[in-house]
Each structure stands twice: as C-alpha cells, then as structure tokens.
C-alpha cells in the first residue's frame, strides 16, 4: 500500500516526478482541464444548451466524477510529502489554497445534481472556471510568473500605493472643480473616481469627461500621468520575470550536469 501510494504521488505531484516535464497522468489531467473548461464556457450559451443539455450535463457528470477521484486520491497521498506528514498531515493539505481550489472546482457539479434557484446553479457552474486555475500546478511559467511577483512584492506594492493615491487626489480635484457644473458625474468623490479610474488606467470610455478649462487641464495631467503609472508595474514585472526564467534555466542547467555526471 505505501508503494502503492509512493507511486500515484510521483505520477501526481510534478516535482516529484523523477523526468523532465510532467508525467502522462498529468499531462492528461492538464487536457482536461482545458476541455471541463472549455464546456463551461460554451455552457453559458443559452442555444447550444437548449439542443445538448442532456449530452452537456453528462458530460459534466464525467469530469465531476473524475475530478472527485483525484481530490480524494491526492488527500490520500499528500503525507508523501514532508510538509503535510504526521498525524493532522491531511488535514493540513485539505486546508491548502491548492486542496482548495480542486474542491471549490468540484462543487459546483455536486451541488447542480441537488437543485436550487437558477441564479444560484448559474454561480456555482461559473466557479467551474476555477479548473483552469489548477494548471498552475503544472506550467514552469505560473511557478516563474509567481516568483517575479514575490520577488518584486515590495515594488509593486509601492506603484499600487502610488496610484491608489494618484485615483483620491484627481478624484477629490475634480469634484471640487467640476462638481457643481456636472454634479450626475462629479457631484461627489465615489461619482468622479469612475472617471479617474478610466483615465488613469488609459481606457477612456468617453462616457464622462469634463467641461470647464480648468478640469480639462488636470484631466490631461492626469492623463498624462496614467501612462507612466501602467509602465511602472509593467516594468518592475518584465525584469522580474526576466530573472526568475534565467535563475529557472540555471537550475535546469545544474540539475543536468548533475545528472549526466552521476
């Protein structure tokens, strides 16, 4: 049985797994995960469920099914791994983002078999886009995308301060100045953060402007001053991500030496 269970955590687990990339068990698990969210998405569709739903909801009946399985064989084996061993071992896992995840995906295909009001059935089948989410465990890129992100923590949080003080000043700005000239648009600081919020992140719907040359001045400012704020962050996570691929790389590199020399 602990062979037995050795076994299914290296097919499941990826850095377990004794090879380069992931084990057929996962690769397989990863195509259907693409395809249970592929059908979630086309089940939104109200003319393709009117003429497949028997076809859709057994379709959604398999990877239900299948997904529950692996849910339970990984609480099965997660005390192969060091940090969910001892005697609440399980119990931590269940309680992990990943452990999570797989159960907030498998959900919403139980709790459609029970019936409730159509409003509730409808946000638990959108939950089924959670699947995708658990490619994460499989892709280099989530795990390199993960630690640019750690590793710029601090900078990103400084540009996420920075622009969320940029959105109060041009907001309190322009309710003071454009406020009683559109007070339906700027007649008070929640009602021109929309229009601040759609300049700063340079969409600009268009659908609230103003109109006084003194507010088309600090919107232009303001404007101006968006651009540089997106190229920030985008910065900061272009150099960190460009270090966590090559730090990824050299550990490959290393982890290969290693093992031709041996």
Do not use: C
């Not at 529950?68 to 609480?75: D, G, S, T």
């Not at 088309?216 to 404007?223: D, P, S, V, W, Y």
Request: charged share 20%; proline share 5%; hydrophobic share 50%.
């Amino acid at each position: 049985m602990s062979s037995l269970r050795a076994r299914a955590y290296r097919n499941l687990e990826p850095t377990a797994w004794p090879h380069r990339g992931l084990s057929p068990l996962n690769k397989a698990l990863a195509a259907l995960i693409v395809v249970a969210v592929f059908f979630a998405v086309i089940e939104t569709e109200p003319t393709i469920v009117e003429r497949r739903s028997a076809f859709l909801s057994a379709i959604e009946a398999v990877f239900t099914l299948v997904f529950l399985a692996e849910y339970l064989v990984r609480i099965w084996i997660a005390p192969e791994k060091p940090r969910y061993a001892g005697r609440f071992g399980r119990l931590r896992y269940m309680v992990s983002i990943p452990a999570l995840i797989d159960l907030l995906a498998i959900l919403p295909g139980l709790f459609v078999f029970v019936g409730s009001e159509a409003f509730v059935v409808r946000l638990f089948r959108l939950l089924r886009i959670l699947r995708l989410a658990r490619l994460g465990r499989f892709s280099q890129a989530i795990h390199a995308i993960t630690a640019a992100v750690q590793s710029r923590q601090y900078e990103l949080l400084m540009s996420l301060t920075i622009a969320g003080i940029l959105l109060l000043v041009s907001s309190t700005l322009l309710y003071l100045i454009e406020g009683t000239v559109q007070p339906d648009r700027f007649g008070s600081i929640p009602r021109a953060m929309w229009w601040s919020i759609a300049t700063l992140t340079t969409v600009g719907y268009g659908d609230v402007f103003p109109i006084t040359p003194l507010g088309r001045i600090l919107a232009g400012f303001t404007a101006i001053t968006g651009i540089g704020l997106i190229a920030m962050p985008t910065g900061i996570l272009a150099a960190a991500f460009s270090d966590a691929i090559q730090m990824q790389r050299k550990a490959e590199q290393e982890e290969r030496t290693r093992t031709e020399a041996e």
